[in-house]
């Protein structure tokens, strides 16, 4: 693994941390309850996707750590969404 392959992730890892972190603090501050795994783990699934999508597969101009953590903060959103109403 080359350096700049290793501050991609970091850039997509860290995204996804604070979105799985942020996520289950405002379910439980807006609903009360504790929201299940899955609920919990969806900010996760879009790492493991990242994570395999790059294995052997062209680069593609729309492939960009930038792209996965906007990618990431939406299904975050989208997950909020749907907990809370």
Known sequence: MELEDARQDVVVAGTVAGCTIALTL????????DPGALIRASPIGVYAIYLFSRKGTPDLAVDTPRNWAILTVLVTLATL???VV
Do not use: K, S
Not at 26 to 33: C, D, M, N, S, W
């Open 26 to 33: 405002l379910i439980r501050a807006g609903v009360g309850t």
């Open 81 to 83: 969404a749907y907990a």
